[in-house]
């Protein structure tokens, strides 16, 4: 079974609103997944090259036109990590039939330190394993599409749950 990569900018790619950053027009994807020897079949599509901040409506629906015209059933979203929680809630009501993983990095692929290959590598994973649905991926933890967002003052993402009161409704 052959996984659908879609590629869409973000720091594993370094795109930053920061100066001096990447103005790479291409992804830094294909090339991770040659140096980690991915061995599963693989077709990889490049939506856009955008810090996440900068998506917009017209790109999230490229996004999801891109995943419903798909005919893999597995798909892999990498994205900036600063609105990859919204754009999983914009797919999740939409898409039932295919399984979507949105992972992204707090560090570029390009230095020292990178959680990029990592990220891809367990989303890679994750997508033949988990059902029907939309998830996102970063840190070694899986959530649901629903169920997710990052917190802006620690960088890491959290179940919306962990810190409410109230409990969440399905």
Not at 39 to 58: A, F, G
Not at 143 to 167: M, Y
Request: net charge positive.
């Amino acid at each position: 079974m052959t996984i659908r990569i879609l590629m869409t900018g973000g720091t594993i790619d370094g795109r930053s609103l920061s100066p001096g950053k990447s103005k790479r027009p291409d992804s830094f994807v294909p090339r991770m997944l040659k140096e980690a020897k991915v061995s599963v079949p693989l077709r990889t599509e490049l939506i856009c090259q955008k810090d996440s901040r900068l998506l917009n409506e017209t790109d999230r629906r490229r996004i999801l036109s891109s995943c419903m015209g798909s005919e893999e059933k597995q798909i892999v979203i990498t994205h900036g990590t600063y609105t990859l929680a919204e754009t999983a809630a914009y797919l999740g009501p939409k898409i039932k039939d295919k399984t979507v993983v949105l992972t992204g990095s707090m560090v570029p692929f390009s230095e020292n330190g990178s959680d990029a290959m990592f990220n891809l590598g367990a989303a890679l994973a994750a997508v033949q394993l988990l059902g029907s649905g939309v998830y996102v991926l970063i840190g070694a933890r899986v959530f649901d599409w629903d169920n997710v967002r990052k917190n802006q003052k620690t960088k890491k993402f959290e179940e919306i749950t962990e810190h409410s009161e109230a409990p969440r409704k399905r």
